[in-house]
């Protein structure tokens, strides 16, 4: 992520602590360190209230090869409270780098979460109108290749298939005015094993951040994606503001199925943010659910990092 382009936000970005994650072996061309977090929350919907407590642990290595040439290497691993639930292999990958960026294969991110980063800013909610084909997410068997270049960030994936036919690809690219405006586009498609048409799926986003203010827009157009077989199309508006160490952040999510004339997502959530220092946080998050079928939700959280 940016940080010119969330430079408000900075603190709430959902990236597993990695700016506190501390050194634990270095020697003249190698270096170790772990990371992550432990996190409590609890929902309340419907009267009922769910333990989703989380711990996350990262392992990050890299290694100097040449003067301007490392081999890096990266792990993480979310653990939950509840027993029943799985626990998770989040990234698993390995790689090289240079000024060119770096190209790693395993567990990794596709191209398309920079752009959902734009609007996926908050504690716990949001994001409903930003999903994603799995080439475009998080997932493995993942060849992937990410440049930062001045205000300048690409990205490019390739899934491979693993016989189950759903092998496909996503590129990505975002760019970051220094007065504060940034744009963003990507695209991928995707093979779906039986089903003979391809996803498909574009988004577009921008932002712009003044002083402690920052707003930002998302839209995605699909085929064949986000459950729906057909066309689907939402976006996602996001705006937030920092008053010292507290962070209040808003969204509305929309998302429908075009060919079946159905509402998908709609919500709008709220959250606030109170960082105690680097390490420590506590946020409360409502989401008022559109749907009639579905719950509004209310949460409550602490969070370490580490």
Not at 16 to 42: I, N, P
Not at 265 to 287: E, L
Request: aromatic share 14%; glycine share 10%.
């Amino acid at each position: 992520m940016n940080k010119n382009l969330i430079a408000l936000a900075v603190a709430a970005a959902t990236l597993s602590g990695a700016a506190t994650a501390a050194e634990v072996y270095s020697d003249e061309t190698s270096s170790l360190a772990v990371g992550g977090r432990f996190e409590a929350r609890g929902v309340l919907e419907d009267s009922d209230v769910t333990d989703a407590t989380r711990v996350r642990v990262n392992i990050a290595g890299k290694t100097d090869i040449t003067d301007n040439f490392y081999g890096l290497g990266f792990f993480e691993k979310e653990f939950q409270s509840d027993d029943s639930a799985d626990d998770e292999t989040r990234y698993a990958y390995a790689g090289v780098g240079s000024q060119y960026g770096q190209l790693v294969y395993g567990k990794a991110d596709g191209s398309l979460g920079m752009l959902t980063d734009f609007t996926d800013i908050m504690a716990y909610h949001g994001n409903e109108a930003g999903g994603k084909l799995d080439a475009g997410d998080r997932t493995s068997n993942n060849l992937s290749y990410v440049g930062s270049f001045d205000n300048l960030t690409v990205k490019a994936n390739y899934v491979f298939d693993d016989g189950a036919d759903t092998d496909g690809y996503t590129v990505g690219a975002m760019y970051v005015l220094d007065m504060g405006l940034g744009f963003g586009a990507g695209y991928g498609e995707q093979a779906q094993g039986l089903n003979t048409k391809d996803a498909k799926q574009a988004f577009t986003a921008v932002s712009y951040t003044i002083g402690d203010l920052y707003v930002a827009g998302l839209y995605q157009d699909a085929e064949y994606a986000n459950g729906v077989d057909g066309d689907s199309r939402g976006y996602e508006f996001a705006a937030a503001y920092t008053i010292d160490k507290l962070v209040m952040s808003a969204t509305y999510n929309y998302l429908e199925d075009k060919e079946a004339n159905e509402d998908l997502a709609d919500a709008i959530a709220v959250d606030a943010t109170y960082y105690f220092n680097k390490n420590f946080r506590t946020y409360a998050s409502y989401k008022f659910e559109q749907l009639d079928n579905q719950d509004d939700e209310f949460v409550l959280g602490a969070r370490y990092d580490f």
